[in-house]
């Protein structure tokens, strides 16, 4: 998911750098409009549809903020052997992620590092089931989190399922907020305590 996310952010950072070339081969109804009204692709209005474009790339950096922080972790438990991996930055960064201590971090990442024998056999489709849990505790749990983290679109999916059924069409002008808590009440097992929340609230004494 997180490689999926990437590639489409990319893609949109294209399409703007072409729209602001007037480039519009990846724009088909432009460009058959512009024919229709015999104008070049240099007549095109571009700055309104580079504007949306923008938006749409800082709406999936403000919703997939996590995954910023979770891509170069990704990226080295994939190929833990690249030769410009900084021990010392992606060890802080995976110690704060799965809260474990820095050092053994480090200690593992070096340990395995040099280990000829698990490197040989870093291209194999199980690499992460060769490396011993008393050996390289922390990494085999990090490993084991990482596959977890996506293993099903279920979630998302029924997710999104109930957004279109709150965020209805004659509820378009919900906020942010307000969905936010709506889809938490909708998709969470939390059970308020009623009585409780009752009994804290003022009730508002009558005029006799």
Request: aromatic share 10%; net charge negative.
């Amino acid at each position: 998911m997180i490689s999926s996310v990437t590639a489409f952010k990319q893609k949109l950072k294209l399409l703007s750098s072409q729209l602001q070339r007037h480039e519009l081969r990846n724009f088909k109804n432009m460009m058959s409009e512009l024919e229709s009204q015999g104008k070049a692709p240099a007549h095109c209005d571009s700055g309104r549809y580079v504007e949306q474009v923008y938006n749409i790339i800082a709406d999936f950096d403000r919703r997939f903020q996590d995954f910023a922080i979770l891509e170069p972790v990704a990226t080295f438990m994939c190929f833990p052997f690249g030769v410009e991996v900084d021990v010392d930055e992606i060890a802080t960064k995976i110690a704060s992620l799965f809260h474990m201590e820095t050092s053994a971090v480090e200690s593992e990442i070096l340990t395995l590092q040099s280990d000829l024998q698990i490197k040989s056999r870093a291209s194999g489709e199980h690499f992460w089931n060769l490396i011993v849990e008393e050996k390289y505790p922390n990494m085999r749990k990090i490993a084991m989190y990482l596959t977890a983290f996506f293993g099903s679109t279920y979630l998302c999916e029924s997710a999104f399922s109930d957004m279109k059924i709150i965020k209805s069409k004659y509820r378009s002008t919900l906020t942010d907020d307000h969905l936010d808590t709506c889809l938490r009440l909708a998709i969470s097992s939390y059970n308020p305590d009623y009585a409780k929340l009752a009994d804290t609230m003022q009730c508002k004494s009558s005029n006799q």
